[in-house]
């Protein structure tokens, strides 16, 4: 999708379709026909937040109207979001390659112009996806091509900021969902080091990687025994976007890249796991949201290490007990081998010291106790840095991809004594997701650290099967406060 500005009134408009409020829409119309068929059609429209209506209209400059109910009264940013959302998916099935979009006249306690602007078009991007790749006869193309925001005098440049965003945000989520959408015998850690390695054309930004080879130099022993049992080599992809002063510290994004979780020797049980290829939508995200930055070219410096591999069992695959040192020189008695993305994370996180970041900020899909804790609506949010924190809390409730804060408290340390090595990689039933957690922050120590866990927020199950490229809304929009921007 495209995202334009540009200035004028709804009521000299031309266009396939305007996207309005009730009001708007009324105002907009002066052909005595349109009108009427306009006023026959709205008879019985209940113009509440969540209602739409689309209108063909008889010969005039505007062939369609798309009407956002609701859209003419104050909302506050649940009813508004709603709103937009309702009018998203029309837009999805609509037949027109292009719209004139105008909804960010309403009025919303707590969201301005650009916060309208930019969540509406979020919106439109989220539904107007399509993936069809491997369709023999693939569906036909997404119709709809741009969208043209209308702003007046006084919120130009607040729209061209958002339609300046969105269609970085736009390009990093399409991005994002192609790759986990992608079936796990194409997506392999080199076919995800390949895609990295586009990034590579955009400006400002180098791709790089770590082989089997270098890694086993390094000492991340902890990472190479979970790609061990597989015939797919593991890789610890570099991706640097240098958007921002010379040194300046960079923000380092890294993700879970487990481009298959079969679990290991400790197997996963077979119904549903052919979701587990979803298992690299934390690397899949933190690239997606480092296109966006890049494509936004926004004014930071960001390091993103994805932490490829693939969990196999195997003749080579690691066994439950076995003990292996990481990178940190920490030693760690593997009592699970599905409990393999933090055993990659811990090593991506010593890595990621090399590069002095100011914030490090992992993305993974880790445990299956957060999807019990918090369901698909938040993704459970866990940092040693309170300001961190509160920052990435804050860009999901304005993206409206929201994260919840959970503990990591040292009370939950003793769950991961081990008595042969200095810790085990599991802890028992209780509290899955916090020990996940914790497990990793023993890496972290005095970085400042923040850890999402998006096992329950970052695909679909069931029919809408597929990726949702969260958490890349609310991790560009950190990047956005954090590049000083906002
Ligand atoms: N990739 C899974 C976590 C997961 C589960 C993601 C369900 C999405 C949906 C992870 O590698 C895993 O298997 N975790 C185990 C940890 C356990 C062995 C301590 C889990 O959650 O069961
Ligand atoms: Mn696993
Ligand atoms: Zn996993």
Redesign the pocket.
Same mark, same amino acid.
């Given at each position: 999708m495209k995202y334009l500005v540009s200035p004028g009134q709804p009521s000299q408009v031309s266009t396939p379709l305007l996207i309005g409020s009730l009001a708007t829409v009324r105002s907009s119309i002066s052909n005595a026909a349109a009108r009427a068929t306009l006023q026959a059609a709205t008879r019985d429209f209940k113009d509440q937040a969540g209602d739409t209506l689309l209108v063909n209209l008889p010969d005039g400059g505007i062939e369609q109207v798309l009407i956002a109910g609701g859209c003419d009264v104050g909302l506050n940013t649940t009813q508004y979001r709603k709103a937009i959302q309702a009018v998203a998916s029309v837009l999805a099935t609509a037949k027109v390659q292009s719209a004139v979009w105008t909804l960010h006249s309403t009025r919303v306690d707590g969201g301005d112009v650009y916060w309208r602007v930019s969540n509406g078009l979020t919106a439109i991007s989220l539904a107007t996806y399509v993936y069809h790749r491997h369709k023999s006869t693939p569906a036909p193309a997404q119709p709809l091509r741009r969208v043209t925001v209308l702003c007046d005098d006084r919120s130009k440049d607040s729209c061209a900021r958002a339609v300046n965003e969105n269609n970085a945000l736009g390009s990093g989520l399409a991005l994002a969902r192609d790759l986990g959408n992608e079936p796990p015998n194409v997506c392999n850690p080199t076919w995800l080091l390949g895609e990295a390695r586009k990034l590579g054309t955009l400006d400002k930004v180098t791709v790089s990687a770590l082989d089997e080879k270098k890694m086993r130099e390094l000492g991340m022993g902890s990472f190479l025994s979970v790609s061990h049992g597989s015939e797919s080599p593991g890789k610890l992809i570099i991706v640097q976007y240098k958007g921002g002063k010379r040194g300046d510290a960079p923000v380092a994004l890294i993700g879970k890249g487990?481009t298959f @979780?079969t679990?290991g020797i400790?197997l996963?049980p077979g119904p549903g796991m052919d979701?587990?290829k979803? @298992?690299m939508c934390g690397a899949a995200s933190v690239l997606g949201a480092t296109r966006a930055a890049a494509e936004a070219k926004l004014p930071i410096n960001i390091v993103t290490l994805v932490a490829a591999a693939e *969990?196999m069992p195997s003749g080579r695959a690691t066994r439950p007990g076995d003990i292996v040192r990481s990178m940190s020189g920490k030693t760690i008695e593997i009592l699970?081998t @599905? %409990?393999? !993305?933090r055993l990659v994370l811990c090593d991506a996180i010593t890595y990621s010291r090399r590069f002095k970041p100011r914030v490090v900020i992992d993305v993974a #899909?880790? #445990?299956? &106790?957060? $999807?019990i804790a918090l369901g698909a609506h938040a993704s459970g949010l866990f940092s040693n840095d309170d300001d961190l924190a509160n920052a990435l809390l804050a860009s999901g409730d304005w993206s409206g991809d929201r994260a919840w804060r959970m503990p990591v408290w040292d009370d939950y340390q003793t769950q991961l004594k081990s008595n042969f090595a200095d810790m085990a *990689? $599991? !802890?028992g039933r209780e509290a899955?997701s916090v $020990? %996940?957690a914790c497990f990793l922050q023993r890496f972290a120590e005095d970085l400042k650290w923040a850890h999402l866990d998006i &096992? !329950?927020t %970052?695909y679909h199950s069931g029919p809408r099967k597929g990726s949702s490229g969260r958490p890349v809304p609310a991790l560009f929009r950190y990047l956005v406060t954090a590049s000083g921007r906002a």
């Open positions: 487990i @979780d679990g400790s996963k979701e587990m979803f @298992d *969990n699970n @599905d %409990a393999e !993305g #899909t880790l #445990t299956g &106790a957060c $999807v *990689n $599991v !802890g899955g $020990v %996940a &096992a !329950g %970052a």
